[in-house]
Structures are given as C-alpha cells and as structure tokens.
C-alpha cells in the first residue's frame, strides 16, 4: 500500500536559518508531489508542485524552494528563514485523479 | 484561474442534527472534480467525499452526502446525525484534472465545524 511520510512534525527555527524539510512517497512510482503552506485558522496555500524528478513548478514567488532528487523524495528549503514562513506545511501526492490528494502529517514550523 | 468560496468561516451543530456547509467555485472548465477535506484538531487532512463532474447523480459516502448544481456552481457537503467526531474544518477543494497544469487541488478557506453535545 501507498504510504506518505513527513518530517519533522515540529520545528522551531532563528530568523536567518536554513529549512529543509523533506517528504517520502512508498508504494508508487512517477507520483505527482506537492507542498501546501496553512497559516494560522487559514486555508491551504500551494506552494510547489513536481511532476517528475527535477520538475519543480512555483506557484508563489517568496522565501522558499523545493528539490526532487529521486522520484518519491521532495524537499522544501530555505536559505534564510523569516518571520512570515511560520506556519504549518503539507506534503501531498496524488494517487489518481479521482481520489484526490493523500497529504503527509504536515510539520509545525515557527519562527522566531 | 479557478477559485473556490466557502462563506462561512464557522458553524455549529448539536449532536445528532444535520448540517450543511456551502461552497461555490468559480470556473470555465467543463471536466472537473470537487472534494470535501476534513482537518480534524490533529491537523491530518482526511478525504471526506468527491464529486466528478460529468456525473450528474450526487455523491454520498455514509453520513456524508452532496448537493452538486453543476450550473450554479455550487458544491454543499452534508452530514447526517452529526458527531462529536464530525468537529473540525471543513475544505472545499476544485481540480482540472490536466497533467500540464499540474493536476493541483485549489482550496477554499475552510468552515470550523463544532459539534455540540
């Protein structure tokens, strides 16, 4: 069976130090990759897809960068961390168009 | 660019009562699907239903069941014999299902549903 994993669940960061958060795909192969920033009582913003090894598609200009070294891996990183990255980050891949996304157990990231 | 409207931030609902929760998208596509995410306070973000839209027959998953005005652009979720369960926020979610876009879920911003006993 299919599984997702993220990790960590809980990061607390300075301003001005580097991110990286990564997310697993098992069970499948070539899947479609996402991640979603939430802020506080908010809805779900995306901010990168992949559709394939090396393909990263930004939809929001900012902070942040995402990587897919291997198939089922996909990174979100930042150089610098600022205040307004706070928020809580989901990983999500798609198991077929009609089933909708499967999402990670997301990563609390507070900055401070 | 397609966008997805829940009007209202949050709702209540005792115990065993039924609830409806609005949604409208705004879009040109004729191919689609729309979903109901649910975000308990554990924050995992769990698929409650989905709708294709060529499909003119509602969903219905247990409890759970839609009202699809294709034409209206509408997309209500409602659950049936609510439960304390049922408490936590609700997303309305929109996909054009197209590999070069992407196949990306647009979001609406959610209703906090509480359950009341």
């Known amino acids: 069976s299919q599984t997702i994993h993220q990790w960590p669940a809980t990061l607390v960061q300075p301003v001005g130090s580097p991110l990286s958060l990564e997310c697993t795909v098992e069970?499948?192969?070539?899947?479609?990759l996402y991640w979603y920033r939430q802020a506080a009582g908010r809805g779900l913003q995306l901010l990168f897809y992949s559709v394939g090894i090396g393909q990263i598609s930004s939809e929001v200009p900012q902070n942040l960068s995402a990587s897919r070294p291997q198939d089922r891996q996909f990174i979100l990183s930042s150089k610098k961390l600022l205040l307004s990255d706070s928020g809580f980050y989901l990983c999500?891949?798609?198991?077929?168009?009609?089933?909708?996304?499967?999402f990670g157990s997301g990563t609390r990231l507070t900055v401070v | 660019a397609q966008t997805v409207t829940q009007s209202q931030p949050e709702m209540s609902v005792q115990e065993a009562e039924t609830v409806t929760l609005s949604c409208t998208y705004d879009t040109s596509e004729n191919n689609y699907y729309l979903f109901w995410y649910k975000q308990p306070p554990s924050r995992q973000m769990i698929l409650v239903i989905r709708?294709?839209?060529?499909?003119?027959q509602n969903a219905t998953e247990n409890r759970f069941s839609v009202n699809f005005q294709k034409a209206a652009k509408s997309f209500s979720l409602k659950i049936s014999d609510s439960q304390l369960g049922d408490t936590a926020m609700y997303f309305c979610?929109?996909?054009?299902?197209?590999?070069?876009?992407?196949?990306?879920?647009?979001f609406g911003a959610g209703t906090i549903l509480r359950v009341k006993s």
């Open positions: 999500a891949w798609v198991r077929g168009i009609t089933y909708g996304y499967t």
């Open positions: 709708q294709e839209a060529y499909k003119q």
């Open positions: 069970g499948t192969s070539n899947p479609n």
């Open positions: 979610a929109f996909m054009k299902p197209l590999l070069e876009y992407g196949n990306k879920l647009v």
